[in-house]
């Protein structure tokens, strides 16, 4: 019998040799690692406050107040109905009150609002949503109204940064405010058989606004908003309608936008009007940054099943853990990570192995 | 559904009523509080049930929001309306129905889509804002017309109404002067907004005002609308909170000019069935 040489499989052989040398000199990815650095419980007994920490608020249950990144409570009080709460400011109300007292992190009395409804701070900016459900004000933090917006459309999403707030209304209208109160832009995104807006954001300079806007034929839209007007510079129909009010957030650098969709995160590039969507458990309810651009945490929730997702270069899911709660929050401190979970706070330490 | 514009028409002619009730019937004198009362610092354009109740669709619509509240979340505004669910419905209206107890709610409300007049969502309850213990919120949307509609105008009416009475009638002068009116009494020329006693619940649904026969205004509740940033009471003019409800014991009748002699000035109140109550009152005029 005559063996045929065939230089084929050497060839491959060979090849395959030099692909594996030439990748091998490449180190493999690195493994996110989320190790738990302490735990403290939001119920034990408040350290004295101090001004040198930084400080975080949390909400869980009926207890609300501080803590920093030390691990401390600074305060921790129960609130008989609501609170509302940012790192500023907290103001627990009730179901009838005709005023609300606003408080420092220090307990200190700041002001009161004279005024009836739900008291709601973002930052260091205090609203008061006007019973009905159609009407709000901002206040100063001496407790003066500064303007009132009077309407008989319930207001379904709201948003405010520094330039201003936005608020959405059930019957398909954005209205974006000034500061002082004066209308910035009057937006109605339209696209759907019936318009309603279910999320919306105004970004920190003001000059971007975006909405999750209407039922049938649904669809996320980002606009940009220029002096008396906005022009549409991307949108997105959703498979899936949702009713249910939904989260919609630019981030810090205001050149990503963040939506919730059913089934998880969409993620917009808003300089190259590009959308990605990273499939998740639950409807999205936070969404935390870190220091390092592109890497951020998001706290989804399916009934009592919480789920943490790590975030890379904007679009790279690289991580989970979840975890059954009541009630549940996410924060961040530079790269640290911050997990509320009932009357527990823990302190995740975030590395790559 | 009938046309809005024909609803004038469907009281006066058809016993049939564009919506059904959204919870279950009550008697038309057992409101906690009606379309266009003061309540909190600001004008209501809610309808507001003092018993609590299943609380349904008053007609065939799309659930296009679902609010709920936000007691486990942060960052998340809380709506005074509580959990509450709007539909639209054809013919550009849109009803509320708020301050639903978070317990009852339907576990699939939020996969709902179309639904028919009955259909449930949940219990009224504590989650909105309310004074007292008030129940189910109810609003109407007129989406068209770009105005909130007194749900009471396309609803059912059971038994009577509660009966009206003028109250004591106060006069406010351009300078802020106010003169409380009575029969033959003597009052300076000039510029003035004519009050009657606040009634805490139910207010009148129509209030007109002559002076030597004739008109001068006539105020509906019939509904509401925006004048630039505030919600106004329609007359001949909007009438923001401040003007209609100058303080918690008011109400704005009219606002009218009083010139030199006899002035019979004359206020009608009508209920939402047509029933009236007329006063009249010479004032003598310098």
Known sequence: ?353 | MKKLSFLAFVLALSPAFAFDWPQDAVLSDSFYSYFGQLRGNGISSSLIFSDSSTVKASEDGKIVTVITEHNDDMGWFESPLGNAVIIAHDDNLMTVYGNLDGESLKEDIFELSDVKTGTEFGVSGNSGWQSGTSCLEFQVIDLLQNSSVNPRVLMPHEGHEKELSIGSITAIGKNGTVYPIWNRMSLPAGHYFLYRSRHKTMLPYKISVSINGALMERISYDRLKQSGMRLCVIGNSPYPVEKVYPDSDKQLLSEINLSSGKNIVTITVNDILGAEKTAEYIIFVN
């Open chain 1, 1 to 353: 019998m005559k063996l045929k040489f065939s230089p084929l499989p050497f060839f491959f052989a060979g090849l395959f040799a030099v692909i594996y040398i030439l990748a091998a000199a490449f180190p493999l990815s690195q493994e996110l690692q989320l190790v738990p650095e302490w735990t403290v419980s939001i119920s034990q007994q408040p350290s004295t406050f101090s001004q040198q920490e930084k400080i975080f608020p949390f909400k869980s249950s009926q207890l609300a107040g501080y803590f920093s990144e030390s691990g401390k409570i600074f305060s921790s009080s129960t609130f008989p109905v609501k609170i509302a709460i940012s790192d500023s400011y907290y103001a627990p109300f009730g179901l009838s009150d005709n005023s609300v007292s606003v408080y420092s992190p220090d307990g200190k009395t700041v002001c009161e609002l004279k005024e009836c409804g739900f008291p709601f701070i973002e930052d260091d900016r205090i609203f008061m949503f006007l019973p009905g459900g159609s009407s709000f004000c901002q206040f100063s933090n001496e407790g003066k109204k500064l303007w009132t917006y009077e309407g008989f459309v319930p207001v379904t999403a709201f948003s405010s940064t520094p330039a201003g707030c936005a608020a959405g209304f059930a019957d398909g209208k954005v209205l974006a405010f000034n500061p002082d109160g004066s209308l910035k832009i009057e937006f109605i995104p339209g696209g759907s058989r019936y318009p309603a807006i279910l999320g919306v954001s105004l970004s920190s300079d003001g000059s971007q606004l975006a909405c999750l806007s209407g039922i049938d034929k649904q669809r996320i839209v980002l606009a940009r908003v220029e002096k008396e007007h906005s022009v549409i510079t991307f949108y997105k129909y959703l498979e899936k309608d949702q009713t249910h009010q939904s989260f919609v957030k630019f981030s810090n650098d205001n050149k990503w936008l963040y939506y919730s969709y059913t089934g998880g995160l969409g993620i917009v590039n808003c300089e190259k009007s590009k959308c990605t969507e990273l499939k998740m458990d639950g409807t999205v309810i936070s969404l935390k940054h870190t220091e390092v651009p592109g890497t951020f945490f998001v706290l989804t929730r399916n009934n009592k099943k919480y789920n943490v997702y790590v975030i890379e270069n904007y679009t790279k899911k690289s991580g989970s853990f979840s975890f059954d709660a009541d009630s549940a929050f996410i924060e961040t401190c530079g790269n640290e990570l911050f997990v509320g979970r009932n009357s527990k706070i823990s302190k995740i330490q975030i590395s790559k192995e």
